[in-house]
């Protein structure tokens, strides 16, 4: 019975490591050559036109845009990719910041 119990149990260990579970991530991107307050609508909507983006926010103010995306579906490069093809270059914020540091 136990060794039963020990066989059923790596069974569904082994079947547990090959699954991936999607997570949501929320990441900010410095968003570039946004000079007018109509140009967040065009970055908004390359963004959610990504596959598995969830949300996103786009700041005139701030030159950047907040967007919550389904990891599983879509990468940080996928979002940069969208917003450089639309006209507007982006980095992840932490590396703007990193820049300036410098």
Do not use: W
């Amino acid at each position: 019975m136990k060794i039963r119990t020990l066989v059923g149990t790596l069974v569904l260990s082994v079947a547990s490591i090959g699954t991936t579970s999607a997570a949501q991530q929320t990441v900010t991107l410095a968003v570039d050559n946004m000079t007018c307050s109509t140009c967040p609508y065009t970055v908004k909507k390359s963004l959610g036109q990504v596959p598995g983006v969830k949300e996103v926010t786009a700041s005139f103010e701030g030159k950047s845009a907040t967007v919550t995306f389904e990891d599983t579906e879509t990468s940080v490069a996928d979002l940069i990719a969208a917003t450089t093809n639309a006209g507007y270059p982006s980095r992840l914020a932490t590396e703007k910041a990193e820049e300036q540091a410098q």
